[in-house]
T-cell receptor, first 111, second 118 residues
Framework: QQPVQSPQAVILREGEDAVINCSSS?????VHWYRQKHGEAPVFLMI?????EQKGHEKISASFNEKKQQSSLYLTASQLSYSGTYFC????????????FGRGTQLTVWP | EAQVTQNPRYLITVTGKKLTVTCSQN?????MSWYRQDPGLGLRQIYY???????DKGDVPEGYKVSRKEKRNFPLILESPSPNQTSLYFC?????????????????FGPGTRLTVL
């Protein structure tokens, strides 16, 4: 039930854009996105609740297509501070409080 | 300040020596979870708790125990640690998502405990 993230790793120059995808074989109610800096705890970015809804955090936005059971995270004009590992998380519809995380996408932004 | 605390932050121990990693949250959250993080595998849930005295296994529960006697605390117990339990451990808490109980809202993570079992 673990969602699948792609790509596994992305290397960018400052100012470039990136897209990280998250897909599930199960029906999705919502999708969470988190970012983890090296050696630190994951930090919440956003939750998407409705099909097609987009949300934003700084220059990071995301979309959620519940019909396709997938979400995409868009990083626009990447900054050095965007480097880290990005995880999507999908709640388990039948179990209170459970969240399945993908394996993560490692994003490296170079100056 | 709203936070999740874990102790210890770093621990080196030997095979078979029982240990407990504490986790405490001050946000009155119903849900609490333990995850382990290993390179390339992401965050895998060990145990989770929906509320006081209500716990259930996650995806990798073997070798671990938990208890939830108080809402704020959720300790992780390794009765007989083995080297394959060397990992980075995170505790997290959350509340039900607005509008229903079937999903979880933002997960707040503790700072992590890096455990090495020799």
């Amino acid at each position: 039930q673990q969602p699948v993230q792609s790509p596994q790793a992305v290397i960018l120059r400052e100012g470039e854009d990136a897209v990280i995808n998250c897909s599930s074989s199960k029906a999705l109610y919502s999708v969470h996105w988190y970012r983890q800096k090296h050696g630190e705890a994951p930090v919440f970015l956003m939750i998407l609740l409705k099909g097609g809804e987009q949300k934003g955090h700084e220059k990071i936005s995301a979309s959620f297509n519940e019909k396709k059971q997938q979400s995409s995270l868009y990083l626009t004009a990447s900054q050095l501070s965007y480097s880290g590992t990005y995880f999507c998380g999908t709640p388990v519809l039948t179990t209170l409080g459970r969240l399945y995380f993908g394996r993560g996408t490692q994003l490296t932004v170079w100056p | 300040e709203a936070q999740v605390t874990q102790n210890p932050r770093y621990l080196i121990t030997v095979t078979g020596k029982k240990l407990t990693v504490t986790c405490s949250q001050n946000m009155n959250h119903e849900y609490m979870s333990w995850y382990r993080q290993d390179p390339g595998l992401g965050l895998r849930q060990i145990y989770y708790s929906m509320n006081v005295e209500v716990t259930d296994k996650g995806d990798v529960p073997e070798g671990y125990k938990v208890s939830r006697k108080e809402k704020r605390n959720f300790p992780l117990i390794l009765e007989s640690p083995s080297p394959n339990q060397t990992s980075l451990y995170f505790c997290a808490s959350s509340r039900p998502q607005a509008g229903g109980l079937i999903a979880t809202d933002t997960q707040y993570f503790g700072p992590g405990t890096r455990l090495t079992v020799l």
